[in-house]
């Protein structure tokens, strides 16, 4: 079965520093994987996604996410963190029969200092 | 263009008592999607419209939540008797295509709405 881990549940980060938040999977084939973000009122919205080709995924405001198949991980990361960055971010993975049925992980909360 | 939209966007209920959560999805999107969180944990697939008809309800908890999309537009997901541990978010989301139908052309994005928190006490 497809699960996903995301180790952090806080972070706090310095507005201005980089970021990267942890996300492992679990799946037999060559998964799908996402990552969403929940604003303070806002519905969770898509940052990136990787389904093939290269690795390394280019998302919205600035972030981006390494696929690694030997680590499993897909790991989100941004260089500058700005406080409108604070928000719950999730990892989630999907299958190749139905990608829109997806597994998320318990989600980061991400904190930003001034 | 209206995102997806929830309502309530809170219900507080007693144990018991019976609750109704709306979504309506973005115009012109034929798949509906019902998730909920449970607090502190991961957001679970509950079910999958294509336009009126069930694609898919492994993820329905048991046969107390019921879920209707009539007309293939808005649905309601209903909780009757509802019990505590159904306190969570339930999120609701649309996305225009399929897997199945053209994957080349899917972006693969799932459009959320903002969820209904639901408390029962």
């Known amino acids: 079965a497809q699960s996903v881990t995301q180790p952090d549940i806080h972070i706090t980060v310095s507005e201005g520093a980089s970021l990267e938040l942890r996300c492992n999977y679990s799946?037999?084939?060559?998964?799908?994987l996402f990552w969403y973000v929940q604003s303070p009122g806002q519905g969770l919205q898509l940052l990136l996604k990787y389904f093939s080709g290269d690795t390394l995924v280019q998302g919205i405001k600035g972030f981006e996410a390494e696929f690694k198949r030997s680590q499993s991980s897909f790991n989100l990361r941004k260089p500058s963190v700005h406080w409108s960055d604070a928000a719950e971010y999730f990892c989630?993975?999907?299958?190749?029969?139905?990608?829109?049925?997806?597994?998320f992980g318990t989600g980061t909360r991400l904190l930003v200092s001034p | 263009e209206a995102g997806v939209t929830q309502f309530p966007s809170h219900s507080v209920i007693e144990k018991g008592q019976t609750v109704t959560l709306r979504c309506d999805p973005i115009s012109g999107h034929d798949n509906l999607y019902w998730y909920r969180r449970v607090m502190g944990k991961e957001i679970k697939f509950l079910l999958h419209?294509?336009?009126?008809?069930?694609?898919?309800e492994s993820g329905m908890p048991n046969n107390r939540f019921l879920a209707e999309r009539t007309g293939g537009t808005y649905s309601t997901l209903k909780v009757q008797p509802a019990e505590l541990e159904d306190s969570g978010v339930y999120f609701c989301?649309?996305?225009?295509?399929?897997?199945?139908?053209?994957?080349?052309?899917?972006?693969?994005?799932?459009?959320f709405g903002e969820g209904s928190r639901l408390t029962v006490l």
């Open positions: 989630a993975v999907g299958s190749n029969t139905g990608f829109q049925k997806l597994v």
């Open positions: 989301a649309s996305s225009p295509h399929t897997w199945k139908a053209d994957h080349r052309r899917n972006t693969g994005e799932l459009f």
């Open positions: 419209f294509v336009k009126e008809s069930k694609q898919d």
């Open positions: 799946y037999g084939a060559t998964p799908y």
